[in-house]
């Protein structure tokens, strides 16, 4: 988690509200190679699932770690 008191961050993913000087909510996955991964972005109404943020990293790195191998939608671990 990142705060973006200048706005640098938010103008460079493009979510920033530049009417109310606020950022969209957003979640961007980066993986270790520096490749964005996952973007989900919403507006302030609306939360996040920290659930499905957490299902999202453990399926990137499980797919990271089985070469050739893919998570189908609402892939859990087990």
Known sequence: MISDRTTDLSLLFGVL???????????FIISPDRVLKSIEV??????????????????????????????PASWNTG
């Open 42 to 71: 919403v507006t302030e109404p609306i939360g996040r699932s920290s659930e499905e943020l957490v299902r999202k990293l453990t399926a990137l790195e499980f797919v990271r770690s089985n070469p050739g191998q893919a998570c």
């Open 17 to 27: 509200n530049e009417k109310t000087g606020n950022a969209e909510r957003g979640s």
